[in-house]
Every structure is written in C-alpha cells, then in structure tokens.
C-alpha cells in the first residue's frame, strides 16, 4: 500500500528541527532525477520501506521514480536460492542458473530506458542491469540481506556485479565486506509512524476489525508476523508455543502473505499447516493469510507479546514495527534483531534453537504486566529515537548527495 503521508504529519512525532534537516538536504537534489529499481511492490521490507520512502521523496520535491523488474517464475526461483545462499545455504550453482538470472535481466533492460542522475538496485534480482547500460550516472547497489556469512560461489560470482557499482549499502556494519573495492555505507532500514501500519489505533477499533478475522481477545495473544519463508522459522514458532501453553493459556496468530518475488511460500505455508494440524493446541493456533496493513496494525497492538523466530534476518522490520507499538519483542539473536530488541530491556533474545529459552520469556511477559509495560515503553522509545522514516530518508538524502557531488568532481578532473 502506498502510504501518501503528508511530512508536516511527522512534525509532531520527531521535531521540526528533523525536517528541517530533509528540507535543507532535499533542496541540494533539485533539478535531479533519481531512480530505483527493485523486484516487487508488495509483500517484504523492500516494498515496505519504499512504498513509505517514494511518496515521501516526492513530498519533499526530489524525482525519486521506482520501477519493479519483471521476472519469470524460473527467475524468482532461482533468485531466491541466491538469496538463501547467500543467508548461508548450499547452492547447485549450475550455468542454467546463471543464463536464466543473466538474460531475464537484460532482457528487461532492453525496454528499461535509463537516463537519470543516479541509480538505486536494491537486492540481488536486478543485479546484473548495470551490465548492459553504458554507465553514465553513479550506480548504488543496496543490499537488504543477513551476507555476513555467504556461500563463497555464489557471493564471488554476484561480487563481479557488485564491483561494477560506485557503492555498496548495507543495513549493519557486520554486513560490510572485506573483498569488495568499492566504497561501502550502512543505512539502516526503519518504518514508518504514520502509515497505516504503524499510525495510532483505538482499542475498541483493535477489538472490532479482530473479530472480523475471527480473531478476540478472550486469551492472550502472542503472534509473528511475517512472509511465510523457511527463514522466518514458523514451525519453530508453533513449537515454542506449545511450551508456553503447557504453562498457562493464551493463543497464538501467525500471519503471513506471499511475496511476488518470493515461491517459496506456499510450500512452507502447507507445511505449517501440517504441523498445526498435528498440534494438541491446534484450537488456540490461528493462521492468517491476508494482505492487509491495518491488520498487521491491530494484531501487533492487541498481542501481549511478539515473537520474531528467525534464522537469518537482514534487519527485520516487524521487529520494529511491534516496539513501536509498545508490545515487547521476544526474539532471534540473528542479524539485525539485537539492534533493535535490547535484551531485559524491551524484549528477550535468544539463539534461534532455544525453544526453552523462548518459551520462558513468553511465560515471564505473559505473567507480569509491569513488565509489559516497562519494557512497551522501552521499544517504543528506542525506535522512536532510531528507527523511524525521517531518519532513513535523511540517511538516504546525505548520501546521494555526496554521491553525485563525487561524480561531479570525477567528471570536472577528467576534463581538466
Ligand atoms: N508483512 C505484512 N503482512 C504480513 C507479513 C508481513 O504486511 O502478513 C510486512 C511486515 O509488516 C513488514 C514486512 O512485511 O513490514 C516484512 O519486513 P521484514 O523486514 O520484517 O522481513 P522481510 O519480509 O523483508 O524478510
């Protein structure tokens, strides 16, 4: 969903100063023209994050346009397994692969006209586009993916590509690489406080479009939010709840959609159900399948604790989305998580196979009220103070101002 969010909306959640800092920096970019390209509109942070980011380039009168590469299923299959890959999985990396992945980009690019100021990739799947454009702006590859530990095959054959770049973006500094020769910058993602997904919602409205999912609020609610992606780990999910429900009663909703760019998820989706189906709590477990922000709006706000059980996550914005919301998180110590979640502070971590150690901060939170609050308060202050979409649009702003200044001087020296 795009959110069309009006910037003084945000005056009263960070400052005037905040955006008077965008102004400034968004003025430097007039007359310029920027474009990104990714592989879906919907479903993941990727769209997440520009869904809220485009509008608000626009907003502050930078020609920010975005363009989504179209893919085969073939395509996003393979795309995906580079993805898993380079999360850590094994790949057969045979050429087919390859061709596939090549040619479906340049055949895209055949009818991409490119002649902007300054490009954005984000993500592996149109990678390979700067190959087949006779390079005259500055490039950016921005990477959204846990690649601190990479199948090396796949990240020396997609490192050719990234080294075509002027630079690399990642979301932590763990994420940096050392054989890479171009410059690298951390942005991390954030979201955004006034969308519909985020924005402020009654009680009685919670309780209200609930029921319409068939979800009240009798029992406590623990939930996850997330596509339904091996990495999100949601089986492991039903198994920590079957350890808390041993203990003292509550339900859990996971919900979920399917990605545009993601085939993977029916296949865990089927599985999931098989596991729920098996369950002896099956009764207190509701799966979701809907598309809707508002209701991930109502189920983050309604539960009395989050879960986040991923195995890998490049940063993980449901993380933030849930503390924003003053619900405490207990999650994966993986990837961008722990700087979100501050353990005994607005949430718990965990190794990701520690279904016990899960189980008992869930049964700890469910048990004691204060320290819901406590810690509600907590994560909702320490995303307010870092990961909010003022402070990603400014990051964003700084650097493709710097970037293009750069390329300006190169331009000026070769001339001289
Ligand atoms: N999301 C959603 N509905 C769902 C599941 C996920 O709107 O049923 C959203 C979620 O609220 C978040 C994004 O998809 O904004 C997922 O981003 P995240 O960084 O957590 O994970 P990714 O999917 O990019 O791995």
Known sequence: M??????????????????????????????????CINSTYQGGGVAEILNSLVPLFDQVGVDFGWRILHGTPDFFTITKKFHNALQGNRINLSQRKKDIYYQTTKRFSTFTHIDHDLVVIHDPQPLPLISFYEKKQPWIFRC???????????????????????????????????????????????????????????????????????????????????????????????KVFERVKKKTDCQLVLLGQFATDDPEGQKVFQALEKKV????????????????????????????????????EGFGLTVSEALYKETPVVASKVGGIPTQVINGVNGFLHNPKDYNGFSDSIIKLLKDEKLRTEMGKAGKEHIKKNFLITRLILDWLMLLNKELSENEKKLSSNHE
């Open 144 to 238: 959204h993916i846990d690649i601190s530990e990479p199948n090396k095959e796949v990240w020396n054959y997609l490192k050719a590509f990234i080294q075509k770049y002027d630079r690399f973006v990642v979301s932590l500094p763990e994420y940096k690489k050392e054989d890479l020769n171009i410059p690298q910058t951390v942005i991390r993602p954030a979201i955004d406080p006034v969308a519909v997904k985020n924005k402020p919602v009654s009680e009685s409205k919670i309780s209200k479009f609930l029921e319409k999912f068939g979800v009240d609020r009798k029992k406590p609610i623990i939930s996850q939010v997330s596509r339904f992606d091996p990495w999100k780990d949601p089986i492991g999910v039903v």
């Open 2 to 35: 795009i959110n069309n969010n009006n910037l003084a909306s945000y005056t009263k959640i960070v400052g005037k100063l905040e955006l008077d800092k965008i102004h400034a920096e968004a003025e430097k970019l007039s007359g310029k023209h920027i474009l």
């Open 277 to 312: 189906d098996k369950s002896p709590f099956k009764n207190d477990i509701k799966l979701l399948i809907v598309d809707n922000a508002f209701l991930v709006n109502c189920l983050q706000r309604a539960s009395s604790v989050v879960i986040q059980k991923s195995l890998k």
